[in-house]
């Protein structure tokens, strides 16, 4: 997985409770994505950084925020996780321009 | 467990035989396109890429061709292997380096 790990790699919480996933790359890319992945909708990206504390929102971010203070961790935070957050979560790294992006393993939320 | 979606077009085939997934994109300005594979419970791998000043790329078994004039991407497998199974997803390149990712396709190996 490119040097990309994610943490957790599961995890079940309650409605209502803010929720933090983490990214870390041994890759010293400057990109790094959040997307989530659903059936009947596939890859949707929530939030991306093209630096250290250079973020900006991608397609799905309402409900989700991030941070990035420094380039080996891009961290996605629900500040009040919903069922509809219910998903898995990929995180991505890419070099800077117009590079491939390579993905974690996923974390796994479940949001009863 | 599975990840991706439930009812996505699948392809079945003889291991041994020659895979074409198929993948049309929305835009015309895109200038990057990259094929991912995702096995079950995993994140997506990058296969192959090409750029817009390409029609055809070949890598290890696969090849990607390109058709800007009707907006149209191709993977060929060659020899599908039972390793190959799994869902391949293209993905085209935007602005900010944003992947906008097709459906998918479900490709089942036959034994």
């Given at each position: 997985d490119a040097g990309i790990t994610q943490s957790p790699r599961h995890k079940v919480t309650e409605t209502g409770t803010p929720v933090t996933l983490r990214c870390h790359q041994?890759?010293?890319?400057?990109y790094m994505y959040w997307y989530r992945q659903d059936p009947g909708h596939g890859l949707r990206l929530i939030h991306y950084s093209y630096g250290v504390k250079d973020t900006d929102k991608g397609?799905?971010?309402?409900?989700y925020s991030v941070s990035r203070s420094k380039t080996e961790d891009f961290l996605l935070t629900l500040e009040s996780a919903t069922s509809s957050q219910t998903s898995v979560y990929f995180c991505a790294i890419s070099g800077s321009g117009m590079e491939t992006q390579y993905f974690g393993p996923g974390t796994r939320l479940l949001v009863l | 467990g599975e990840s991706v979606g439930l009812h996505l077009p699948t392809l079945s085939v003889q291991e041994g035989d020659n895979s074409i997934i198929n993948c049309a994109y929305s835009n015309?300005?895109?200038?990057y396109f990259i094929w991912y594979k995702q096995e079950s419970g995993k994140g997506p791998q990058f296969i192959i890429d090409i750029r817009s000043n390409m029609d055809k790329r070949q890598g290890q078994r696969v090849t990607v061709l390109l058709n800007k004039t009707v907006k149209h991407l191709s993977l060929q497998i060659a020899?599908?292997?039972?390793?190959?199974?799994a869902v391949y997803f293209c993905a085209e390149v935007g602005a900010g380096n944003k992947l906008t990712f097709g459906g998918g396709t479900r490709v089942l190996v036959k034994p």
């Amino acid at each position: 997985d490119a040097g990309i790990t994610q943490s957790p790699r599961h995890k079940v919480t309650e409605t209502g409770t803010p929720v933090t996933l983490r990214c870390h790359q041994t890759e010293n890319h400057r990109y790094m994505y959040w997307y989530r992945q659903d059936p009947g909708h596939g890859l949707r990206l929530i939030h991306y950084s093209y630096g250290v504390k250079d973020t900006d929102k991608g397609e799905v971010s309402d409900g989700y925020s991030v941070s990035r203070s420094k380039t080996e961790d891009f961290l996605l935070t629900l500040e009040s996780a919903t069922s509809s957050q219910t998903s898995v979560y990929f995180c991505a790294i890419s070099g800077s321009g117009m590079e491939t992006q390579y993905f974690g393993p996923g974390t796994r939320l479940l949001v009863l | 467990g599975e990840s991706v979606g439930l009812h996505l077009p699948t392809l079945s085939v003889q291991e041994g035989d020659n895979s074409i997934i198929n993948c049309a994109y929305s835009n015309s300005a895109s200038d990057y396109f990259i094929w991912y594979k995702q096995e079950s419970g995993k994140g997506p791998q990058f296969i192959i890429d090409i750029r817009s000043n390409m029609d055809k790329r070949q890598g290890q078994r696969v090849t990607v061709l390109l058709n800007k004039t009707v907006k149209h991407l191709s993977l060929q497998i060659a020899a599908t292997q039972p390793g190959d199974s799994a869902v391949y997803f293209c993905a085209e390149v935007g602005a900010g380096n944003k992947l906008t990712f097709g459906g998918g396709t479900r490709v089942l190996v036959k034994p």
